[in-house]
């Protein structure tokens, strides 16, 4: 496997607050990017994507940024909610179809 | 969106058996399914790509005689675990792949937890 096996840094922010949540990826071939959000005891959820040709891309409330040039993406949730308590993973696309996933976050939102 | 099951959500078993999940794709065929196996407070590790029809392929260093991957229809891939051992306890996630035009999407099911004693 490809995921790095350390426990999960955390990150608590103020209900209303924006959160930054980061990510390092390890191919510079890599050429697709999801970020999800895993609550406890479930499936990990779609939140973003973004295409190593774009360097920004906006949903709902999430922005998801990404530097090719040091390898870093970057998941911004604007006006953080305690629905948003979850662990936040960032996966990388290395030409075929296989995902390979970081180490992820673990969001708490204190109210 | 397009949903995917797993079966069954959580399962013990002794020492020595082998026991089989389920993964299914319930709205769309997917000719790739992926495993994940999940520790707590870790990331997903990549087991295995389940392609319909063919062999699975395995990441490196996960022991295909261990961990049997079948792919019988463009609904169904299984995971079974032989000769389980307490060391094999984790959350199991499949994901299956949509094709959709030039892009293919991953859509996870719900994970099994599975305990061994």
């Known amino acids: 496997g490809e995921s790095v096996g350390l426990h999960l840094p955390t990150l608590s922010v103020q209900e209303g607050d924006n959160s930054i949540i980061n990510c390092a990826y390890s191919n510079s071939a890599s050429d697709y990017f999801i970020w999800y959000k895993q609550e406890s005891g479930k499936g990990p959820q779609f939140i973003i994507d973004i295409r190593s040709n774009m360097d920004k891309r906006q949903g709902q409330r999430v922005t998801v940024l990404l530097n090719k040039t040091v390898k870093h993406l970057s998941l911004q949730i604007a006006a953080t909610q305690p629905g948003d308590s979850a662990v936040y993973f960032c996966?990388?696309?290395?030409?075929?179809?296989?995902?390979?996933f970081g180490t992820g976050t673990s969001l708490t939102v204190i109210p | 969106g397009a949903v995917v099951s797993q079966h069954p959500s959580r399962v013990i078993c002794k020492s020595g058996t082998s026991v089989k999940i389920e993964c299914r794709s319930l709205?769309?065929?997917?000719?790739?399914m992926f495993w994940y196996r999940q520790f707590p407070k870790q990331s997903l590790m990549l087991m295995a790509t389940s392609n319909e029809g063919s062999k699975a392929t395995y990441e490196q260093g996960v022991e295909k005689d261990k961990f049997l991957i079948n792919h019988a229809s463009l609904t169904l891939s299984t995971l079974t675990v032989t000769s389980a051992h307490p060391e094999d306890s984790s959350f199991y996630i499949c994901?299956?792949?949509?094709?959709?035009?030039?892009?293919?999407?991953?859509?996870f099911g719900p994970g099994t937890r599975l305990t061994v004693t």
């Open positions: 994901s299956a792949l949509r094709t959709s035009g030039r892009f293919n999407e991953q859509y």
């Open positions: 709205d769309f065929q997917a000719t790739t």
């Open positions: 996966a990388e696309k290395r030409g075929g179809n296989q995902f390979y």
